[in-house]
Structure formats: structure tokens, C-alpha cells
């Protein structure tokens, strides 16, 4: 499955893991709030399209939405964790370790927070075709 | 804001037939394509958007919405040039057409359009003071207030409706300006060449 490919590529790169660990999860994160469990990441698949289509018909093309939530406890934390995952995502040509085969991984940012909280969220939403 | 989502597609071959149009004849085309392509977008995102957003855990400033409501607040605005739109405090004309489909904008309080932006993009979850929490300052939220503090994630619904009827709807868009276009131009000739060759693809 997709999403269990992407999460081992993920954890088996250093520049995301020396900021989370293995702290990475299905939705929803964790409920203990401190620096044990946080920042993290917490993903969640929102949609997964079963055709795409070119102009002259369907080619038989898969698209998946991900998208990883990247929490922090500080706001340059949630956003640097960000970075770094939609750094190893964004352009990703190849094959995954479940052995998915992706054409080019089109990764893109966003961020909320909630006025007076001390928690924050980048999202990194990851659309692959495969 | 992800709290509506917009069609934007390079139109550029259809528009140069557009332009052997009428003004008024042009506007309404483009008006009933985007229309047709904005209908097909709506479908999903009401079929996307969760029927209960009155969650236990929505802050309280937020109005918790009957079940079903935010379905029925979905709805398409279609904008073409000459359009005269609301922006900030006065208008500004339309430039380019576009159709926006999303929660319908109910100033000044706009609970829909909120709920449906904090239920797609999710929230940080914090409590008010209580007399209770010697460690709270009344009236505060989140850490001031000493209050858990927890993320609710997102259910990103909005993208998910942009993702399975983006195709579909750029399918009735095309579909819809091609034959209207068709309708318009029949029995007119052009000494140059003929509008109705344009290739659509």
C-alpha cells in the first residue's frame, strides 16, 4: 500500500528522522502534549482517485492525496519538519520500499495555528501518481 | 483559505473563438460553461463535506451547525469580467473568469464558512479558564489559560472533492463552451476562417 511505502521512505531518511524520530502515525496525534511525543507527524489519506484521464481517454493512471501533519510544539519546529518532509517528498521519481513505482511526487505546504496555543501544524500535502 | 476551492483552466483557443462573439453572448457562455463545471465540483463537495460537524470538541465560539447544514451551505459563485465583486469594505470589477465553489458567505457572523474551514483544516484544541484552575487567568485560551491543549486533525474534504471531479468538471466546462459555441457561430461565416474549426481536443 501507498501510504505504508511512503511512511517507510520517510522514516528512512535522516533529515526527518533526527527532528521526529519514529514519531510518525496515522491521524490523529498523539494526546500527550510534551516534548516525548512532539513534534511528530501525523498523516492521513484524504483521497484516492481510481482513473486519470488524458485528453484522449483514461490511461489507467492512479492519484492519491497525502497529507502529513507535521506538529510542533514551537512554531519553527512544526515548520521546520515541514520542510525537510516535503524536501525528501517533492519531485520523488522511483520506487518505494513496498514497491510502488511513482511518476513525480508533487508536494506543497501549508500552516494553521490557533491564537494563544502553543502547538502548531504544517501540512504537507503529497500528491503522487502511480 | 481552503475553505472554497477555484477553477482556474488556460483557455486561451476557446476564448479567440469567444472573440468572434458578441460581448453579451460571450459573458453568457463562459457563464454557463463555468456554471456546468462548478455543478459537477459541488456535487462532490457536498457528497465530501461531513453531514455532523457538532463535534464535543469544536471551541465554543463557534457555532455548532444542525446536522446536514454545512451540505446545504455548499454552493457555486460564477464571476465573469464586468462582474462587480465584494472586495474588503468596497468592489472591485472581475477580470478574469473564474467559478468559485464553497461554503456560502453569511456576514457578518459567517458560521457555515467557519465551521467548514476548521472541520477541513482541522484545529488546536484549548479551554477556556476556570475558577477551578488556580493556574488560568480568566478569560484567557490556550496555554495562558493552563488548559489541555490538543491538535484535532483535519479532514481536508475540500481537497478531496477538488481530487475525484477536477477531470470531470473540466470535462462539462469544455464540453458545455464547445457546443454553445457551436449553437452561436452556426450560419455565420468568416471571410478569414471559420471560428467552428478550432480544434478543442
Not at chain 1, 71 to 93: E, S, T
Not at chain 1, 102 to 122: H, K, V
Not at chain 2, 20 to 46: P, S, T
Request: hydrophobic share 35%; net charge negative; proline share 7%.
Amino acid at each position: 500500500m501507498l501510504p505504508e511505502g511512503l511512511v517507510t521512505y520517510l522514516l528512512a531518511q535522516p533529515t526527518v528522522t533526527a527532528i521526529i524520530g519514529d514519531r510518525l502515525q496515522p491521524n490523529p496525534p498523539p494526546e500527550q502534549v510534551d516534548s516525548t511525543t512532539y513534534p511528530c507527524v501525523a498523516y492521513t489519506v484524504p483521497s484516492d482517485v481510481p482513473q486519470e484521464r488524458a485528453l484522449d481517454g483514461s490511461y489507467g493512471g492512479l492519484q492519491m492525496r497525502i497529507v502529513f501533519d507535521c506538529f510542533g510544539l514551537r512554531f519553527l519546529d512544526a515548520a521546520n519538519l515541514a520542510r525537510a518532509v516535503n524536501a525528501v517528498l517533492d519531485g520523488f521519481i522511483g520506487t518505494l520500499p513496498d514497491g510502488t513505482v511513482c511518476s513525480p511526487i508533487e508536494a506543497t505546504l501549508s500552516s494553521r495555528f490557533d491564537d494563544g496555543s502553543r502547538i502548531y501544524c504544517w501540512s504537507v500535502h503529497a500528491i503522487v501518481h502511480y | 483559505m481552503s475553505d472554497e476551492i477555484d477553477l482556474v483552466i488556460d483557455t486561451r483557443e476557446l476564448e479567440e473563438a469567444l472573440g468572434k462573439l458578441a460581448v453579451r453572448v460571450r459573458g453568457q457562455i463562459m457563464r454557463e460553461a463555468l456554471q456546468a463545471g462548478g455543478d459537477v465540483m459541488l456535487e462532490a463537495l457536498v457528497e465530501c463535506a461531513p453531514e455532523r460537524t457538532d463535534d464535543a470538541e469544536m471551541p465554543e465560539e463557534l457555532f455548532p451547525l444542525p446536522a446536514g447544514l454545512l451540505k446545504e451551505f455548499m454552493t457555486t459563485e460564477v464571476q465573469v469580467p464586468g462582474d462587480s465583486i465584494r472586495s474588503g469594505k468596497g468592489y472591485s470589477q472581475v477580470q478574469k473568469p473564474r467559478v468559485k465553489v464553497g461554503v456560502q458567505a453569511t456576514p457578518p457572523v459567517n458560521a457555515p464558512a467557519r465551521v467548514g474551514y476548521w472541520q477541513n483544516n482541522g484545529w488546536i484544541l484549548t479551554r477556556h479558564a476556570s475558577r477551578s484552575n488556580p493556574n488560568g487567568k480568566r478569560g484567557k485560551r490556550g496555554w495562558k489559560a493552563g488548559g489541555q491543549i490538543r491538535p484535532i486533525p483535519g479532514k481536508h474534504f475540500f481537497e478531496k472533492a477538488f481530487d475525484i471531479s477536477a477531470q470531470a468538471s473540466v470535462d462539462a466546462f469544455l464540453g458545455v463552451l464547445q457546443s454553445r459555441i457551436f449553437d452561436e457561430t452556426e450560419g455565420i461565416s468568416y471571410p478569414e476562417n471559420n471560428s467552428r474549426d478550432v480544434d478543442f481536443g
